[in-house]
């Protein structure tokens, strides 16, 4: 996948407990995570990465065939975007 579609987030955020847990910041454990595109609704998928380069990294666990993943600005998938959000599909575009 694109590399800008995998964000960190951390693993007791579905837990509910997401910034205003008791546990320092330093030490949260994070996980990460894209979000996966069904029906107009973003779905937070926790994934194992395997290979990188600059531009795209290999997802080994936590996706499957078909799956359509948000990919955007760094700002709007590791802050704006939660899970369950509406979102608007764009079409691809030929760059």
Known sequence: VPIQAVT????????GS???SATPRSKRKLDKVVF???DGVAK???VEVGLSS???VEIVKGLRPGDVVAEGPYRTLARDLADGMRVDVEPPRDD
Do not use: M, Q
Not at 8 to 15: G, L
């Open 8 to 15: 960190v987030r951390p693993a007791d955020e579905a837990a």
């Open 54 to 56: 600059e531009t795209h």
């Open 18 to 20: 997401g910034s205003g």
């Open 36 to 38: 996966v595109i069904a």
């Open 44 to 46: 937070k998928r926790v």
